[in-house]
């Protein structure tokens, strides 16, 4: 009942310009935009507080995207294939925190996650042939995970 309630609140404020926001910080934790072009990918903001996390991934290019990230402090530190694609499988387990696949151009993907203080690096891997392994071509971005206050 309380969360019935709750959502009936949020609702009646969302339709007032004046309540916009009211509800954007509760218990759901963090949202962080993040948009992708061809090839770009940029969080709006460079670091958060440790808690739940949602990426809202936005895809602005023609090409398909994703967004993978890896607990990683050092986009150079990922091992990679010969052809510039990160090698995936040669990053070990507890560092790959999370993935968003195939978000199509035009579309957006929320990818929720839990995230621990420390360094990350969120990059997309998609590959789409020799001058267009994305990682390559500069997909990647630093994100930062700070202690919960
Ligand atoms: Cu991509």
């Known amino acids: ?19 916009l926001g009211a509800c954007s910080s509760d218990s ?24 739940t996390v949602s990426f809202k991934v936005k895809n602005n290019g ?5 967004m993978v990230v890896v607990k990683m402090a050092d986009a150079a530190d990922l091992p ?11 990053v070990p387990e507890a560092k790959r925190i999370g993935e968003v696949e195939d978000v199509l151009p035009g579309t957006t993907k929320t990818l929720k996650i839990k ?18 392994v994305h990682f390559k071509r ?9 202690a919960a206050t």
């Not at 023609?62 to 994703?66: N, P, V």
């Not at 360094?119 to 998609?126: A, G, H, Q, R, S």
């Not at 500069?138 to 700070?146: D, E």
């Open 28 to 51: 759901s934790g963090t949202t962080v935009d993040v948009s992708e072009a061809d090839f770009s990918l940029k969080p709006a903001v460079a670091s958060v507080a440790a808690g």
């Open 80 to 90: 990679t294939k010969p052809d510039g694609e990160v090698d995936e499988d040669k």
């Open 115 to 132: 995230l621990d203080a420390g360094k990350y690096t969120l990059f997309c891997n998609k590959n789409d042939g020799a001058t267009r």
């Open 138 to 146: 500069g997909m990647y971005a630093g994100f930062t995970v700070t």
């Open 1 to 19: 009942m309380t969360t019935l309630h709750r959502l009936g609140v949020c609702t009646l404020l969302a339709i007032v310009p004046i309540g």
């Open 62 to 66: 023609t090409f398909t995207h994703e």
